[in-house]
């Protein structure tokens, strides 16, 4: 069982469902990347202007987003390693890195995509893992491909 800490933010933010979605999230992007190692994410529900901060602080970029991922660990995508993790030995448990998830993002795109929160919510947790896992589509080649194929066989287990 992986340790998925969700706490929510400096309001009381969060849909009763999220930490359920978002734990279950978790567990299949670990699932189906062959990840067995005990493994620990933190998980920080926000709204647009905790990410907007953060989003300026740890990026320079001084505008809203949906969500934002802090990976601990410089991961090859497709090929984790517990030897290139951080390690907590208290709970003997590696430790992926954080992410801020933008629920009023969520709510606003399941809503334009037409597929609701539930899904939006648990897509973002996937997209974001992934990059905890070293996965990325900063460019428009083979790593952006790799993500979306990843992506798609996650989302479509869940």
């Given at each position: 069982?992986?340790?998925v800490y969700v706490?929510?933010g400096?309001?009381?933010?969060?849909h009763?469902?999220?930490?359920?979605?978002i734990r279950?999230?978790?567990?299949?992007?670990?699932?189906?990347?062959?990840?067995?190692t005990?493994?620990?994410v933190?998980?920080?529900?926000?709204?647009?202007?905790?990410i907007?901060?953060?989003?300026k602080q740890f990026r320079?970029?001084?505008?809203?987003?949906?969500?934002?991922?802090?990976p601990l660990?410089?991961?090859k995508?497709g090929?984790f390693?517990?030897e290139?993790?951080?390690w907590?030995m208290?709970?003997?448990?590696?430790?992926l890195g954080d992410i801020?998830?933008n629920?009023k993002?969520?709510?606003e795109?399941?809503e334009e995509?037409?597929?609701?929160f539930?899904?939006?919510?648990?897509?973002l947790?996937v997209?974001?893992?992934?990059?905890?896992?070293?996965?990325d589509?900063?460019?428009?080649?083979?790593?952006?491909?790799?993500m979306?194929?990843?992506?798609k066989?996650?989302?479509e287990e869940?």
């Amino acid at each position: 069982m992986n340790e998925v800490y969700v706490s929510r933010g400096k309001k009381n933010l969060g849909h009763p469902q999220s930490a359920r979605l978002i734990r279950k999230a978790v567990d299949k992007v670990l699932e189906v990347e062959k990840i067995s190692t005990h493994c620990v994410v933190s998980v920080l529900l926000c709204d647009d202007e905790e990410i907007r901060k953060a989003n300026k602080q740890f990026r320079n970029i001084d505008s809203v987003t949906d969500v934002l991922s802090f990976p601990l660990n410089d991961l090859k995508p497709g090929a984790f390693r517990e030897e290139d993790c951080e390690w907590e030995m208290e709970i003997d448990a590696a430790l992926l890195g954080d992410i801020m998830l933008n629920l009023k993002r969520c709510k606003e795109q399941g809503e334009e995509y037409g597929h609701g929160f539930n899904h939006e919510i648990q897509y973002l947790t996937v997209h974001s893992v992934l990059h905890l896992l070293g996965y990325d589509h900063t460019d428009e080649g083979e790593m952006k491909k790799q993500m979306r194929a990843r992506e798609k066989a996650v989302m479509e287990e869940l």
